[in-house]
């Protein structure tokens, strides 16, 4: 195999997105030949090269697994948590490759989230702008003037949000919403809501692409079908490509 910059070398095989693989060679955690390796752009090649990370060798794995998990509240999705709190990965059993979250969904959310050791298809997902859907519990219904602006985009530190679904299904007190984006933000529904003097109570996510949530339990994951990945894979993860949200 040719030799690759190493941040997509990290990335292919499933350690980091290529943004933290960068923060993780600057840091000085990786090293090629036992050499510390701090600049970015630095190639090797994972067929030759003794690649570590943090003292541990890496390889390309085997096989490649791709699974949807319905992660529950009150967990983080991330490998591992300073906090010592319960990760996305302490959840995950009987799988012989190791497999790492692709993206994120934060503590108090849930719903839908992939998992991968496919960093390539990690990077598509992350990168292109795969429109995910999601049920949201508000306080308070939203007038119709800050609907249309939620729709057209709203400015968030110093930055205009992509143009939203929003459809209100189920009127209440406390009513919920259907919210739709295509970026990913971090928090990103729940400043919108906020920025309306709304506060979010429950999130859930329940479509990334044409991949549903379906029947999966809180803390449940299966394996993806070729079809789903092949799908997922297109370009906004949908048969015929990316769909103007409204």
């Known amino acids: 195999m040719p030799e690759e910059r190493l941040q997509k070398i990290l990335s292919r095989a499933g350690v980091a997105s290529r943004r933290k693989a960068e923060v993780l060679i600057s840091e000085g955690r990786v090293t090629v030949n036992g050499v510390a390796v701090t600049e970015l752009g630095s190639k090797a090649d994972l067929d030759t090269d003794h690649i570590k990370v943090d003292g541990k060798l890496l390889r390309a794995p085997s096989h490649l697994v791709y699974v949807a998990m319905n992660k529950p509240v009150s967990c983080v999705t991330t490998v591992s948590d300073p906090e010592g ?5 302490d959840l995950i059993h009987g799988l012989k490759q190791r497999v790492y979250p692709v993206g994120r969904l934060d503590y108090h959310s849930e719903g839908l989230l992939l998992l991968t050791n496919d960093g390539d298809f990690a990077n598509r997902i992350m990168a292109t702008h795969i429109e995910k859907s999601y049920l949201v519990k508000v306080t308070g219904t939203l007038d119709e003037a800050h609907e249309e602006q939620f729709r057209n985009g709203i400015v968030l530190e110093g930055r205009r949000t992509a ?4 459809k209100l ?27 309306f003097g709304k506060l979010v109570e429950k999130l859930k996510r329940v479509r990334i692409g044409g991949l549903e949530l379906g029947h999966l339990k809180p803390g449940e994951f299966r394996h993806l079908t070729p079809r789903e990945i092949a799908l997922l894979n297109k370009p906004g993860g949908k048969p015929g490509g990316p769909r103007k949200s409204k």
């Open 163 to 166: 143009p939203a679904y929003l």
């Open 169 to 195: 299904v189920r009127r209440a007190e406390n009513p919920w919403y259907e919210v739709r984006i295509t970026e990913g933000r971090k928090n990103q529904i729940r400043m919108m809501f906020k920025n």
């Open 85 to 89: 709190r319960r990760t996305v990965m």
